[in-house]
């Protein structure tokens, strides 16, 4: 059992030793996996036994530090959506699921919209409550895109820049 204090007292030091604290969050300055998410990584000792190493998350890594072990189907997401950051307050599990609505929610996938989303704006424009170049701008997309979003469910669009006819 000392063992494994020692070696959870090592794995706290090298995390910390780099992470930027100065901010609200808590910044990883060491290795990252590169992309345009680039989430800090950090080799850890695995079940294999001695001389086996694996990649892991440094926000996973600190949760785990800080509340246990991550439960199978869940993963660590940000609530801050900086995926360099390590502050266990900033944490949250979600399933892999939950975690593409929220960026999607949160707009972090370029081009992508939620389908609810594209249903509401959708619906404002029948509605009138909108014109198509407001409906794109709000989504992200080009005009030609929410076009085709009415046109795939038989909706005759109105001339660009004029609001939705409404019915009388």
């Known amino acids: 059992m000392e063992h494994d204090y020692d070696a959870h007292i090592c794995l706290l030091e090298r995390l910390w030793a780099h992470v930027d604290t ?13 992309g345009k998410w680039p989430h800090g990584r950090m080799t850890m000792p695995d079940d294999r036994g001695p001389g086996h190493r694996h990649s892991s998350g440094v926000h996973r890594v600190a949760w785990e ?5 991550v439960p199978d189907g869940l993963m660590v997401c ?11 307050s900033h944490l949250f599990l ?3 699921q939950e975690n ?15 389908p609810l989303e594209r249903e509401r704006l959708i619906a404002a424009l029948v509605a009138g409550e909108m014109t ?7 989504a992200g997309v ?26 009388t």
């Open 65 to 69: 530090l800080a509340f246990g072990p």
């Open 22 to 34: 100065s901010g609200d969050c808590w910044v990883w300055t060491g290795g990252n996996a590169g």
């Open 142 to 167: 080009v005009y030609s895109t929410v076009f085709r979003w009415l046109k795939t469910r038989g909706l005759t669009a109105a001339k660009r820049g004029s609001r939705w006819p409404k019915r």
């Open 100 to 114: 593409l609505h929220d960026a999607m929610r949160k707009r972090r996938i370029a081009g992508k919209l939620h």
């Open 132 to 138: 198509m170049p407001e409906a794109a701008r709000e």
């Open 94 to 96: 979600g399933t892999n």
């Open 78 to 88: 940000h609530h801050c959506d900086n995926p360099l950051c390590c502050r266990p």
